[in-house]
């Protein structure tokens, strides 16, 4: 199925940097056994390098720098069988020409200031039961101005892939300006001894695009921050990610992997994240959270990092632990901030205590707020779980907390403050100003929460459309049809939600 970002997504940020006019135009044919390298090292702007779809060719590929503007694009033979704005898969090999590691090596790498970079149809992979540490690098994190960056580099209808046996730490190191990585498909990225990232950025500016992609790795699906930016004062900023499948299989259950979350921000501003679904998340020891925002000033190495003005909006989560936790400040140094958070239109189910260990915060929780965050605004969002809590407010008080016009189930222990108690009590101990409004929240308790919210006995008392079916938007027939604060219904707004994930899991 295509894909196309809904025009008000598509003004969040200017993607331009994608097209580019050419200025010279050949194609450099590599035939099996041909150099790749010689064909990248002769290439100039506007030139195109067509490597032979079967092919194997091993080693370490390097993408450099090249004077000019225009494009320079490296595709399969076979790429026109791959169709335009189409998501590759494995079954697709046979169509790609394949670029291997050799030994634990990084087959490619883009280089200081490399740009306009075009890869097309190709399988990156590691080499046969050797575990890789980056599969590719774009930017190796040194670069220490941001003109030494790599920028303008898209990775398109990519298969990249660790070895099926062995795993993989990361698939795409993202330390560059100006990168679009869609269509592709990752996989076998894990370990049961360390931290693994499908996509990880600590050393790069943005804008960066991460679309339509399958996205399958055990510790974390995408990333940025996490490492001491060798840029001073950098915060990667303007970045979408929209419409990829992030899922981690039931089946790595068995293997006892490093298992932590799909998407994480511990530096970063100015970030979209919609239409996306996110799928299994179980690790006990870092509560099955689904989505981590904690800001990091990696022990005082990057005093300015923030995480703030991100938008979550129109996504699916299903099968964790818990669903969202936000952490205000550092909490190894009290330091960082994380503020403005909109969390809108946004479907949970199945979060679930059983996928991860209440002893460590996850307990079903939709959301846990911790060390001062600021401005977080839960809006239009249906919330199926079951555990401990609905809402966990833990260690320093924040500010700004909204929670308006959800459909949620309350569980045990509902709105819960740390060692004060559920509902109003804990709003007041844990957050300086607060909203709670709108809200349908099954199994509440009216007299220990805040008044204009309802509370149904029986999830069937809320009067989903066809909740069997998987509809979850509210009847004409429920007693809260149109009953939201801004004359909508409560819970999310299913029609976004099919649109922006339709097509998503394939």
């Excluded at 970079?117 to 080499?127: P, Q, Y």
């Excluded at 960082?336 to 239109?345: H, N, S, V």
Aim: glycine content about 12%.
């Amino acid at each position: 199925m295509t894909h196309k970002l809904s025009s008000n997504i598509s003004l969040f940020i200017n993607f331009s940097f994608v097209f580019g006019l050419s200025v010279h135009a050949s194609d450099i044919a590599v035939p099996n056994g041909g150099n790749v390298q010689a064909a990248i090292n002769s290439a100039l702007p506007g030139d195109t390098i067509t490597l032979a779809a079967g092919a194997v060719f091993a080693g370490q590929f390097s993408f450099p720098e090249k004077t000019g503007t225009g494009w320079i694009t490296v595709r399969s033979s076979q790429y026109a069988r791959l169709p335009a704005l189409k998501r590759v898969g494995p079954s697709q090999t046979s169509l790609m020409p394949v670029l291997q590691a050799v030994g634990s090596s990084t087959p490619i790498t883009f280089t200081t200031r490399a740009h306009h970079w075009k890869l097309v149809g190709i399988e990156i992979r590691s080499d046969v039961g050797v575990y890789n540490y980056d599969l590719m690098r774009i930017g190796d994190g040194y670069q220490s101005t941001v003109a030494d960056l790599p920028h303008d580099i898209v990775i398109d209808r990519c298969y990249i892939h660790g070895d099926a046996t062995a795993g993989s730490k990361r698939a795409i190191a993202l330390n560059g300006a100006a990168i679009t990585v869609r269509d592709s498909y990752i996989a076998n990225i894990f370990s049961d001894v360390q931290e693994t990232q499908g996509m990880l950025g600590w050393n790069g500016t943005g804008p960066i695009l991460i679309e339509n992609n399958h996205i399958e790795a055990a510790g974390l699906g995408l990333m940025f921050g996490g490492a001491t930016p060798s840029i001073t004062n950098l915060v990667p900023a303007g970045i979408v990610v929209s419409h990829n499948h992030f899922l981690k299989p039931l089946a790595w259950k068995a293997l006892n992997l490093i298992v932590k979350h799909h998407f994480e921000l511990k530096n970063g501003r100015n970030i979209l994240f919609t239409g996306n679904v996110l799928e299994n998340d179980w690790h006990p020891s870092v509560r099955g959270t689904a989505i981590m925002l904690t800001v990091r000033t990696e022990a005082g190495g990057a005093p300015w990092a923030v995480v703030e003005d991100v938008k979550i909006i129109g996504n699916i989560i299903r099968n964790a632990g818990s669903g969202i936790t936000v952490s205000g400040f550092d909490d190894s140094s009290n330091a960082g901030a994380t503020r403005r958070i909109l969390i809108q239109d946004n479907l949970l189910i199945g979060i679930d205590q059983a996928n991860s260990d209440p002893n460590f915060w996850g307990r079903g929780a939709f959301l846990f707020l911790v060390h001062h965050p600021v401005d977080i605004w839960a809006n239009h969002n249906t919330v199926l779980s079951k555990g401990l809590t609905l809402v966990d407010l833990d260690y320093e008080p924040g500010s700004g907390l909204r929670l308006e016009n959800n459909v949620f189930q309350s569980n045990t222990l509902g709105i819960y403050g740390a060692g004060v108690g559920s509902g109003t009590i804990a709003l007041n101990a844990y957050q300086s100003t607060w909203s709670m409004k709108g809200n349908v929240m099954q199994g509440g308790l009216a007299a220990e929460n805040p008044a204009n919210n309802s509370f149904p006995i029986a999830l069937t008392d809320v009067g989903f459309t066809n909740m069997a079916g998987g509809d979850y938007s509210i009847a004409p027939s429920s007693p809260y049809y149109r009953k939201a604060t801004d004359g909508k219904n409560p819970g999310a707004d299913m029609n976004l939600i099919n649109r922006t994930t339709s097509g998503v899991v394939q």
